[in-house]
C-alpha cells in the first residue's frame, strides 16, 4: 500500500503538502508533493517535470509504446474534475551532458477529463494499460524519453511529474504490469475531454461583447480547439 506509507510519511509534518499528482507506473522520479522555501508554491508546479532532477535509473518501455501509465490523482482537494495530458519528452539524445528534457509537446493523449469521486482529497489511482505513442514517433532500443503528466488543476495552474524511461525491444527487462499496479480505483475516471466554460464567465463575456470582443474571440478560439482536439 504504497500511497498509506506515502501519507504516513508526509503526515510527519516535515513539510507541507502540496497535493497533487503520483506516478505509480512507471515509477515517477521523487515525491514532489511538498512544498518548502525553495518552491513556495509547491514543487509539483516546476516545469517540465516537478522539481525533480533527471534520473538514471530509468524504467524499460516497450518501443510501441504499448506499457501502461498509473497515478494517483486526487492528493489535495480541489481534483474532483480536472484536465489531464500526457506527453511524451523525447531525449536527451546518446552522448548529450543536457541534465533536463527540453521538449515535452508530443501529446500522448489529451486534453482528457479527469473526473474524481470528490472534490477533497481522494485515494486511489487511474491506469491506462496500453498509453502508445504520439503519430509519427518511432524509438529505437535505447532512446532515452520521459513520460509527463501536466494535471490543470481548478484556476488554471498546472501541475508536473516525470517518469524516465528507457525504449527496449526485451520483453524481460520492462516490468510487468498486472493487477497490482495497473487497476482502476472506483469512482475515478479518465476520458477525452471537451473544454466547459465557467457558466459565470461566459455570462459575464456576453454582456460586456461590445468592449471586450476581442477577449471574447479569444475564448471561442480556445474552445472550438478544445472540440477539435
Ligand atoms: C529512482 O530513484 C529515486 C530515488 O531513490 C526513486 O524515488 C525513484 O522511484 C526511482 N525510480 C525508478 C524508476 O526506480
Ligand atoms: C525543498 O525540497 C526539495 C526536495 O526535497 C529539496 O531538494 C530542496 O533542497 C528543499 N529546499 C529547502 C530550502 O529545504
Ligand atoms: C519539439 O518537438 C516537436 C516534435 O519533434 C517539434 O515539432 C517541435 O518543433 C519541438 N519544439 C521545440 C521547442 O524544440
Ligand atoms: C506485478 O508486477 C510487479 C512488477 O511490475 C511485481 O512486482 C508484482 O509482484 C506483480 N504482481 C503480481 C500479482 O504478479
Ligand atoms: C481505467 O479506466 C479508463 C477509463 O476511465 C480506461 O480507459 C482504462 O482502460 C481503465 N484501466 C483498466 C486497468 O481497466
Redesign the pocket.
Known amino acids: 500500500m504504497k500511497s498509506t506509507t506515502l501519507l504516513s510519511t508526509l503526515s510527519l509534518g516535515i513539510v507541507a503538502v502540496e497535493g497533487h499528482t503520483v506516478i505509480n507506473y512507471p515509477p515517477w522520479r521523487g515525491n514532489n508533493l511538498l512544498s518548502n522555501s525553495s518552491f513556495p508554491f509547491g514543487m509539483a508546479r516546476t516545469y517540465p517535470c516537478g522539481g525533480h532532477p533527471m534520473t538514471t535509473n530509468r524504467t524499460h518501455y516497450p518501443l510501441d509504446g504499448s506499457g501502461a501509465f498509473a497515478f494517483e490523482p486526487g492528493w489535495s482537494p480541489g481534483h474532483g474534475l480536472n484536465a489531464v495530458y500526457i506527453n511524451l519528452c ?1 531525449g536527451p539524445e546518446e552522448g548529450s551532458d543536457a541534465t533536463e528534457v ?2 515535452c ?2 501529446t500522448i493523449m489529451g486534453p482528457l477529463e479527469l473526473k474524481g469521486p470528490t472534490d477533497e482529497q481522494y485515494a486511489g489511482q487511474v491506469c491506462v494499460p496500453r498509453l502508445g505513442l504520439p503519430r509519427g514517433v518511432t524509438p529505437r532500443a535505447g532512446d532515452l524519453a520521459s513520460l509527463q503528466i501536466v494535471q490543470v488543476v481548478k484556476h488554471g495552474a498546472a501541475l508536473y511529474s516525470c517518469a524516465d524511461i528507457i525504449f527496449t525491444d526485451d520483453a524481460a527487462l520492462i516490468p510487468a504490469v498486472n493487477e497490482t499496479n495497473c487497476f482502476n480505483s472506483s469512482g475515478i475516471s479518465l476520458k477525452p475531454a471537451g473544454f466547459h466554460a465557467h457558466e459565470a464567465a461566459v455570462s459575464g463575456a456576453t454582456t460586456a461583447v461590445t468592449q471586450l470582443s476581442g477577449v471574447l474571440s479569444m475564448g471561442m478560439g480556445l474552445l472550438v480547439f478544445g472540440y477539435l482536439l
Do not use: F, K, V
Open positions: 523525447l527540453r521538449n509537446s508530443l
